[in-house]
């Protein structure tokens, strides 16, 4: 399409002054800041983001001599057939959005002098919307410049918010547009409290000032360029400089162009045309747009800024191009802060130990008068601690504390040199590979330093299942439970990784002791001398520790089970409660108490003299339940050990019709049918039978014997009682072998 050589033309707004011819100060010693061409497969540098597009979701922004899509930190896209090698930030399609930002914010107080080349070019007729470049405000102590959004597309050219409601730039403060489609000057455009009357103006440079969200980006000063002197048919290049003075004197660009204290300036260089355009205005007050006054001078403007570029399109379009940045102060040097990080964790740190990150923070370029603040937001897998932080030198200045993941330490002015260490400790709270922990050191008077620590840390071994590593053991009812050394028994319940595996040293849960569900005579546990159901203590180095064990009910085979949350439970191996043992010396015979069943029934052991001395027990009770071919309740299951013959002489209500007496033991033995026993109950882990009269089977089988008062029922061969007897209570004796432990039903 067809386009006009640029004209100048004169109406300005907010006392826009050509510069450039007036005498100017002699320049100053400067500091480049940032440096890059953008015309490479990469950047150079790794500091750069792409924002996020308000308006569209996605950021266009690529480098044209890159085909990696997928590149950082801004991707390729390989621009089509004579595009112009640099950052594209949009093609020309319409509706699109791009821009890139600075992740490192740069001060201010030295003043800024930003240099760059555009191209819009090969678009629709009209061309289309624009490119800007961006100052925004950020936190004066964090060396990375404050996330931003990008402000809308079309019109608002990535800075401006939109009249259908997109905010604006996050925390802008400058907006230089080269605006060549003319919505970029129209007050539809303005955020609240402008006073902005404009409409669409083609051809543009304007300049919007602070805002954030929907309020701000008022105009502060525009000038009206003639058609064809921001964009072409084929790329062109339009040199740019903006330059911010906050001093209170003039300073000079490398350049040559003057700029007034408290003010900024704009040069473009039209495209076909060696004569610039100047434009120049008083620098606004953001103090109204950022979190708090501490990011701010006296006059509102910012102390530390960050910087970069978008462009957008609407229905009308063009490509939008950026290349050969630079960034410098505009007199002398900043001061220069550093830091180096490090860990203590020698590569071998696993979840829940602690390790400490020493930061040492260094002042270079000149002297410091500023506090300097330390910050670090440790990733999600460390948890700092607050014991332990701070810096390390004697008489060290350093004040730090913790709020959240974030330590921040803060230190007065310094002159250069290196400042004390601070160590910040943190618990290693989840496994992760690269695990990357940033430091960053700031001022809003210095070049601000930032530096990583990158480290990988295993998980820990996780408890998954328990498991009884002190057994319980063979006790008597209402006694603390005693090894066979008379020492008292420790049932210990270790928390382990996965069944059989290794202990869990660091699992500190409760876990909670209890018998066995099911378990029949309801046992309980003895407490400081009152009964309770369950135990509940919490691991120490993984391991629970249940001592003593007291229980107040006979039983046998008993089994504990111990339970946690999120862990497999465990069941312990079985033990018998007995009543308290009688003790039989060698060669003499001894008779236990009497033991008494919750039916009335009643039993008393008479052992037999014999060489060595034992011990004899009887309890009645218990989980060994009756099974077949006997019949009877759990509580009628007389329990009895010792290496003796034995009488038992078990006492029965009247009025029983029927007395049959099942027997149990390890080894098969002569039943009611004289013959061996074949039954064996894999519960009780015994042989059970009916007992014979003792008349009929040889010595040393157990047997009852037959008392004087049944009638016996012929062919039974079992004793029956005359229901007719009034006698308030019958007794039969019944004799037992060597052979322990027995029970009787």
């Known amino acids: ?73 801004v991707p390729g896209c390989s621009g089509p057939i004579g595009a112009e090698s640099g950052l594209q930030l949009t093609t020309a399609d319409t509706f699109q959005e791009g821009g890139v930002s600075y992740t490192s914010s740069v001060p201010s107080s030295l003043g800024l002098d930003a240099t760059f080349t555009t191209y819009q070019y090969a678009g629709t007729p009209t061309g289309a919307d624009g490119i800007v470049f961006y100052l925004a405000a950020s936190s004066p102590t964090d060396a990375s410049s404050s996330p931003v959004t990008l402000g ?13 409601g997109a905010d604006g730039l996050t925390h802008g403060y400058l907006g230089v547009g080269l605006d060549v489609y003319g919505n970029y000057v129209n007050a539809d455009y303005s955020g609240s409290g402008c006073s902005d009357m404009g409409s669409l103006v083609p051809e543009n440079v304007t300049v919007r000032g602070p805002g954030n969200g929907s309020a701000g980006y008022c105009i502060q000063s525009t000038q009206t360029v ?9 790329p062109v290049a339009v040199p740019v400089e903006v330059a911010v003075n906050p001093t209170g004197g003039d300073l000079t660009t490398a350049s040559g162009v003057t700029v007034p ?31 708090d006054s501490s990011w701010v001078d006296s006059n509102g403007v910012p102390l ?74 440790f990733p999600s897998q460390l948890t700092p601690l607050s014991a332990g932080l701070g810096g390390t030198g004697s008489g060290t200045t350093w004040s730090c504390g913790v709020s959240g993941q974030t330590v921040t330490c803060t230190h007065p ?79 210990q319940v270790s928390a382990e990784v996965g069944s059989g595996g290794a202990v869990d040293p660091y699992y500190t849960g409760a876990v909670t002791l209890a018998f066995s569900p099911g378990t029949a005579g309801n046992p309980q546990f003895v ?78 052991i008479q052992a037999q003299a014999g060489s060595g001395s034992t011990t004899i027990t009887a309890s009645f009770g218990g989980n060994v339940a009756p099974v077949h071919p006997c019949t009877g309740s759990a509580s009628s299951v007389l329990t ?82 005359d229901p007719t007897t009034k006698k308030l209570e019958e007794t039969v004796v019944i004799y037992s072998g060597a052979a322990d432990p027995k029970t009787m039903h």
């Open 527 to 604: 407490v400081n001398g009152s009964p309770t159901s369950s135990i509940t203590v919490n691991a120490v180095n993984g391991v629970a520790d249940f001592s003593p064990i007291i229980v107040n009910t006979v039983g046998f085979q008993y089994t504990l089970q111990a339970t946690a949350s999120g862990l497999t439970s465990a069941t312990s191996n079985p033990f018998d409660v007995n009543s308290v043992q009688t003790a039989c010396p060698s060669g003499q015979s001894c008779t236990t108490p009497p033991v008494t069943d919750s039916s009335g029934d009643t039993a008393v």
């Open 640 to 721: 009895f050990s010792g290496d003796r013959q034995k009488l038992i002489t078990e006492t029965f209500p009247t009025n029983l019709p029927v007395l049959l007496f099942c027997y149990g033991q390890p080894t098969p033995f002569t039943d009611i049918t004289l013959h061996k026993t074949t039954y064996y109950n894999s519960t009780n882990k015994e042989y059970e039978g009916l007992l014979p009269p003792c008349l009929l089977v040889p010595s040393g089988q157990p047997c009852f014997k037959v008392p004087t008062f049944p009638v016996f029922v012929p062919g039974t061969l079992r004793p029956v009682i």
């Open 304 to 377: 530390q800024l960050s910087f970069g570029w978008s462009a957008a399109t609407g229905a009308s379009t063009d490509y939008h191009t950026v290349s050969n940045a630079n960034v410098t102060t505009l007199n002398g040097n900043p001061p220069a802060l550093g830091v180096t990080l490090s860990d203590n964790s020698g590569g071998s740190a696993h979840v829940g130990q602690t390790v400490t990150y020493a930061a040492t923070t260094s002042v270079s370029n000149a002297d410091e008068t500023r506090p300097i603040t330390l910050t670090d937001t």
């Open 413 to 491: 002015a310094a002159p250069q040199g290196t400042l004390d260490p601070v160590n910040m400790p943190v618990t290693v709270a989840a496994a992760g590979a690269n695990v990357a922990d940033t430091v960053v050191v700031g001022s809003p008077d210095a070049t601000q330093g930032s530096a990583t620590d990158t480290q990988t840390y295993t998980p820990r071994p996780t408890a998954t299942a328990l498991a009884f590593t002190g057994q319980p053991v063979n006790t008597q009812v209402n006694t603390t439970m005693k090894n066979a050394d008379n020492t008292t028994t420790h049932v």
């Open 152 to 164: 809308g597309n079309g019109g608002a050219l990535g800075y401006a918010p939109r009249p259908d």
């Open 226 to 234: 003639t058609q064809g002197a921001l964009d072409s048919d084929s």
């Open 1 to 73: 399409m067809a386009r006009r050589a640029w004209i100048a033309i004169g109406s300005t707004l907010c006392g826009v002054v050509l510069v450039g011819g007036f005498a100017a100060p002699a320049s100053a010693s400067t500091s480049t800041l940032v440096n890059e061409s953008f015309t490479g497969a990469t950047t150079s540098s790794p500091n750069w983001t792409l924002p996020t597009a308000s308006s569209s979701g996605t950021n266009d922004a690529c480098l044209t001599a890159s085909s990696n899509t997928s590149g950082t930190p």
């Open 261 to 291: 204290a408290h003010d900024y300036v704009v040069v473009v260089t039209p495209t076909g045309d060696s004569s610039p355009i100047v434009e120049t205005g008083a620098l606004p007050s953001a103090a109204g747009f950022v979190p």
